[in-house]
């Protein structure tokens, strides 16, 4: 008996498992079927508000704002100018600010990251205080979302308040804060990188550097010049050399290729491959007897990169060898641009 009502009960929970998925699947179904209506329904008007207002706009639900939000910030983000401001006069029509504010008050985590993203691209200052208190919250994704909204309202506002923020937040994703700092522009980005570069530490160097050849490499040269100069820390000169890009001043890259650590060595003798000047193939064909052979691999390249060596240079080159490191690691360069 026990037997039989152990398999009975199974099969009843088997029943009610199958039953809940089922509705759970209808359910789905029925809301990609509304998503898609309520897509079908506003493209149209959304394009066609691109050109020329539009008389009359549909109603739009609090259950179906998710939906529509996405549809109007993925126009957003596509296109520039002019075309944004009429995608927002749609917002203002339909009542998005009000809405949003619900968002932000009340919807769960999702609700509130969409809300934010809705507010930067509405350039809507009414949740200013909302959202620098959210760009220094500790949930990475909500605190950039929010710190690119910033930017997004009032960009001469927003940056003394982020930068602190971008110099100690280890957690934010570099490519994303770089991203950010490309849409504030560079002419109003550059003076706090530089500022910021005199006072960080070599923990917080690297980072701003790689935002410095990401936002605004012209209007930086003196100051990853003064890096290169004076930084101690290997890490920060490695990357100064990676970021370099001024071809007129060289003296600072030049001085490094006999320095200690190889590691250096290696990244000064790729930076004279992009920006060197004759005389300089003299100084990377030193390092071809290099003790390490990452460095004779990079001055081998390095001699490969130079604008005004062919490759019977390289050959003159490797026949002046006496060191037989030298000659294998041309031969193998010469190979691997043979080969490309």
């Not at 009843?12 to 789905?28: E, G, H, S």
């Not at 179906?64 to 029509?93: I, P, Y």
């Not at 909204?149 to 934010?172: G, H, M, Q, Y």
């Not at 019977?312 to 193998?332: N, S």
């Amino acid at each position: 008996m026990l037997a039989f009502w152990t398999g009975a009960g199974a099969i009843v929970l088997t029943i009610v498992l199958f039953m809940q998925i089922l509705l759970l699947r209808v359910r789905l179904v029925m809301r990609k079927r509304r998503d898609q209506v309520l897509i079908d329904r506003w493209r149209p008007l959304l394009v066609q508000a691109l050109d020329t207002p539009v008389a009359q706009l549909p109603r739009l639900p609090y259950r179906d704002v998710s939906t529509f939000l996405s549809l109007w910030n993925h126009l957003h983000e596509s296109l520039r100018g002019e075309s944004k401001a009429s995608l927002n006069r749609v917002a203002s029509a339909v009542g998005l600010g009000s809405i949003l504010a619900r968002m932000l008050k009340n919807g769960g985590a999702r609700e509130r990251l969409i809300a934010v993203v809705s507010l930067g691209n509405l350039r809507d200052r009414s949740s200013w205080e909302v959202l620098v208190l959210w760009a220094g919250s500790d949930k990475p994704a909500l605190s950039l979302a929010a710190a690119r909204a910033l930017v997004l309202i009032d960009t001469s506002e927003s940056l003394p308040i982020l930068f602190p923020l971008i110099l100690n937040r280890t957690d934010w994703s570099s490519a994303r804060v770089a991203s950010i700092l490309r849409e504030a522009g560079a002419t109003s980005v550059a003076p706090y990188l530089n500022k910021a570069v005199r006072t960080a530490g070599p923990e917080q160097l690297p980072r701003l550097l790689r935002y410095m050849q990401a936002v605004c490499p012209m209007e930086s040269l003196t100051s990853i010049r003064m890096v290169l100069e004076k930084a101690e820390d290997d890490h920060v000169i490695s990357t100064a050399l990676q970021v370099y890009s001024d071809p007129s001043n060289l003296n600072a890259v030049r001085n490094l290729l006999q320095h200690p650590r190889w590691h250096i060595r290696v990244q000064a003798a790729s930076a004279l491959g992009r920006l060197g000047a004759p005389g300089d193939d003299v100084r990377l064909k030193r390092l071809l007897s290099d003790e390490q052979w990452w460095v004779r691999y990079r001055a081998a390249q390095a001699l490969a990169s130079l604008p005004f060596l062919e490759l019977e240079d390289l050959r003159r080159i490797k026949a002046e060898q006496t060191d037989r490191f030298a000659r294998d690691i041309l031969d193998q360069v010469m190979a691997e641009a043979n080969l490309r």
